[in-house]
């Protein structure tokens, strides 16, 4: 939906950075700026960086940047509109009843229609799990030992043997072909059209909002798949959603349980667990782990016991790792999943087995334990080569030195041998990273002119953001016409007309980009660029003099490159040879 830039920058303004972001990040001032450890990536030490000046933040580990409204964006996953309803709400501002544009107002009316058809489909398998052809899945539902009020709680349901009931139906309300196959529940095809599910027991999958976006099913019978999912739709994306979470989300508990599946969810919360969600019958995902992070910071991974299980936790433990988020595994032992757990020793024994979840690094310490023969003191010496390897991947001292405890204690090895072993290690790694002067010299590349000149650019123009009084000197010499690359040169331009108006605002610049992640993330990292160690005023002149005449100089070339005509060409010889009797002066 398009607002009036205006209402966006109101929107913007009466939103101060720095305490929507503290909203979500524990931020420290240091100098001008406020720092922390980035929500977007897993670090330790504090990058993330918000300015009030130019209300922006950037962080300069992972290079993600913006204003307010991409933050929100960013953070929450959320659309623009969305975010802009968000923080109107927060600043108690009315945004204007805007036309949507025709595109806007199809593609919406579109969503509401699927969602509606999704309802519909999801109310039809309902009722028939109650009627004489679902007999025997509501026999399979009731054989899992869930009782009438989860069944309805999870809106559980069945799809017909009939391969085509769930098109009649719609069909009888008049729904368009077209219209039903952009639902995944469909297939139309010219020899007849047949429904994504039948002989299922249906699972609806709803997003946080209780809506159903999507189903899962599961074949009643020996056929294949097992499992069945609804395909990408224009609701349904499995990899940004997780099953559950729509209850899960209102648990109290400062943690979530991730299972493998649906049963493994309704199972748990039927036993009081109501903090479980599943996966979508895929890899976890960054997208997923996100999700996550915007409700618990420790996850306790429940996943199948069996090596299919095993091989899905150590693929998830990276993910979480990489967005900080705390991580441990349950051992249910003797039993594959925590529906079969439960019903064989109870919900006490399980909140047991979550109390002693064990962490995720010393969980996989065991898991590779099994490939060594640890009779065999060749292999037993490999085992603990590979522990002290993985332990050198802790780079705080502290943190390490924990570590180092726990596994020498779990895995019998004198600690001061394993630290020996891990100061070695380190080491070696060290010098395997770092180049040897004489058998490893480096191989001369000739830098590309392009990157110097664009270095400069990047330069020039977050000088004129960090200074705004080094601008009338900077235009004195310098248009945006001389940035030859293109986003700096619509950048330039917006700053330019900015400073005209004297309304410069790097935030303001960076409402344009919310949007497009790409090029949001480029210019804010534009407007951050790395201006190198504390310079002294002549020193620092002479370094905006020396970029003015690089960028000046490049322009002017590809301008003369480009000339069309003697007489044009003329014209740029002549600038070329009075800009180089300019004395370029800062100060």
Avoid at 239 to 268: H, P, Q
Avoid at 300 to 312: F, M, R
């Amino acid at each position: 939906m398009y607002y009036p830039e205006d209402v966006v920058e109101e929107v913007r303004v009466r939103n101060d950075i720095l305490e929507v972001i503290s909203l979500y990040v524990k931020l420290v001032k240091k100098g001008s700026s406020y720092f922390g450890l980035c929500p977007f990536h897993n670090e330790k030490t504090a990058s993330f960086s918000v300015s009030t000046q130019k209300q922006m933040y950037y962080c300069f580990g992972c290079g993600a940047g913006g204003n307010v409204i991409s933050f929100v964006m960013q953070y929450e996953n959320y659309s623009f509109t969305e975010a802009l309803t968000m923080l109107a709400e927060r600043a108690g501002i009315s945004l204007p009843n805007v036309e949507p544009t025709k595109q806007e107002r199809q593609a919406q009316d579109l969503k509401l229609t699927l969602l509606d058809i999704n309802k519909m489909a999801a109310n039809y398998y309902y009722s028939q799990l109650n009627k004489p052809n679902g007999a025997m899945a509501l026999e399979y539902l009731m054989d899992r030992k869930l009782s009438e009020e989860t069944i309805k709680h999870f809106g559980l349901g069945f799809s017909n043997k009939t391969p085509d009931d769930l098109y009649r139906f719609f069909k009888s309300k008049n729904y368009d072909d077209t219209l039903l196959k952009d639902t995944g529940l469909i297939t139309i095809e010219e020899r007849g059209s047949r429904d994504k599910f039948w002989n299922r027991v249906m699972f609806p999958i709803l997003d946080i909002n209780n809506r159903v976006i999507g189903f899962g099913g599961r074949v009643m019978g020996e056929g294949m798949p097992k499992y069945l999912n609804s395909p990408e739709t224009k609701l349904f994306d499995k990899s940004r959603n997780l099953y559950g979470l729509n209850f899960a989300r209102t648990s109290r508990k400062d943690y979530m349980l991730l299972c493998e599946g649906y049963m493994d969810v309704i199972s748990l919360h039927q036993a009081g667990f109501t903090n479980a969600v599943a996966s979508l019958g895929t890899a976890f995902t960054q997208q997923q782990a996100m999700l996550l992070k915007r409700y618990v910071s420790k996850i306790i991974i429940t996943y199948d016991s069996d090596e299919a299980g095993i091989k899905a936790a150590l693929r998830a433990i990276p993910i979480f790792k990489e967005f900080g988020i705390s991580t441990r595994i349950i051992n249910m032992k003797p039993y594959k999943d925590p529906d079969e757990f439960i019903k064989n020793l109870g919900n006490d024994e399980y909140q047991k087995r979550i109390d002693e979840a064990k962490n995720s690094f010393l969980w996989e310490i065991d898991i590779y334990k099994r490939d060594y023969n640890l009779q065999d003191p060749e292999q037993k010496t490999a085992f603990q080569h590979y522990i002290a390897k993985r332990l050198c991947m802790f780079t705080e001292k502290l943190e390490r030195d924990n570590y180092m405890h726990s596994v020498a204690d779990q895995q019998f090895i004198q600690y001061e041998d394993l630290k020996r072993m891990v100061n070695v290690m380190g080491e070696q790694i060290v010098r395997i990273r770092k180049p040897d002067s004489v058998n490893e010299r480096k191989i001369y590349k000739p830098k590309s002119s392009d990157d110097g000149i664009l270095k400069s650019q990047r330069l020039l123009i977050t000088w004129m953001i960090e200074d705004e009084s080094l601008f009338d000197k900077i235009k004195e010499y310098i248009n945006p016409d001389d940035f030859t690359e293109q986003l700096y040169h619509d950048v330039a331009i917006k700053i330019y007309k900015e400073h005209e108006n004297g309304t410069l605002n790097p935030a303001s610049i960076l409402n344009e980009y919310v949007g497009d992640e790409d090029k949001s993330r480029k210019v804010a990292e534009l407007f951050n660029t790395d201006l190198g160690r504390e310079m002294g005023t002549l020193e620092k002149n002479k370094a905006i003099s020396e970029s003015i005449i690089k960028i000046k100089q490049a322009s002017l070339d590809k301008a003369s490159q480009n000339a069309i005509s003697i007489e044009q060409l003329q014209k740029i010889i002549k600038e070329q040879a009075e800009f180089k009797t300019k004395k370029i002066i800062i100060n």
